[in-house]
């Protein structure tokens, strides 16, 4: 498969990575364009593949193009390289904030175009992905997309309206579950722990209790339930998480991102 990047960032990095070392791709069927020699140069290093300061040449004889700019350049971006994409050549798009419908306005009716929203574990293969088809994207563009994105982690179709709390959650809960790891951490250093040591138990327990949900399919109120023993020590610390408003504070976070990708949107049109 020959895929197309504009833009050559750490989202788009992570992507080009996922399907390298998943087969799906080698570097040498990856095109990446960015602006500066800078970005260029840094993508090729990461991923092996070629780049090219010319976006438009991105989109020729590809199998999809990619489109991970900045929200603020997205649809300039997209004006200047919608000719070479009027030959059929499907756009996928993960860009925050910007909807299907300003996408199409700038490209045409007839490009097929799905917005997507991954997150940054891409990298090693583990990533959040949902999307969103356009009026001109097919079922065949659908399982394009889906062939893409499963290579570099968990795909889900949803409606468009839900990709901004797709974006609110996972989009931005890496850095989220990074916080808690580094928390964790600084709590075992706190009580005495290595550094290291605390680390590496922080981050084992969090990709442990992640993947006890994922492979029992059991609510997480019940796993958390069978930690607590009467009187125990896990009981105790859920006190002080409650006393702290931490279960709030996550669902803030996620109404936060969301609400800021929406506004986002709005700005750019």
């Given at each position: 498969m020959k895929l197309g990047f504009i833009g050559a960032g750490k989202m788009a990095a992570a992507i080009a990575k996922g399907v390298v070392a998943s087969g799906l791709c080698a570097p040498g069927d990856l095109l990446a364009s960015a602006r500066t020699a800078a970005s260029r140069d840094w993508f090729a290093a990461e991923t092996g593949a070629p780049t090219t300061a010319d976006n438009a040449a991105v989109c020729a004889d590809r199998d999809a193009v990619l489109?991970?700019?900045?929200p603020a350049t997205a649809r300039e971006t997209l004006r200047a390289v919608a000719p070479a994409l009027r030959g059929g050549t499907p756009l996928i798009s993960v860009v925050a904030g910007v909807s299907l419908a300003d996408l199409q306005a700038e490209t045409g009716l007839g490009v097929p175009?799905?917005?997507?929203?991954?997150?940054?574990?891409c990298l090693v293969r583990k990533g959040a992905i949902a999307y969103a088809l356009g009026t001109a994207a097919s079922a065949a563009h659908a399982a394009l997309a889906e062939q893409i994105f499963a290579a570099v982690g968990e795909v889900h179709a949803v409606p468009e309206a839900l990709i901004d709390a797709v974006n609110g959650l996972s989009g931005s809960g890496p850095a989220y579950?990074?916080?808690v790891i580094e928390a964790l951490a600084d709590g075992g250093v706190l009580m005495g722990l290595p550094r290291a040591l605390a680390a590496a138990l922080a981050a084992q327990t969090v990709l442990g209790a992640a993947e006890?949900?994922?492979q029992t399919g059991t609510h997480p109120a019940f796993l958390r339930e069978a930690v607590c023993s009467p009187g125990g020590t896990t009981i105790a610390a859920l006190e002080?998480?409650?006393?702290a408003g931490v279960r709030a504070a996550f669902m803030g976070a996620v109404r936060s991102?969301?609400?800021r990708a929406r506004e986002m949107g709005k700005v750019q049109k």
């Open positions: 489109l991970c700019v900045k175009i799905i917005r997507a929203m991954p997150n940054t574990p579950v990074y916080l006890t949900v994922r002080t998480l409650e006393q991102a969301t609400e």
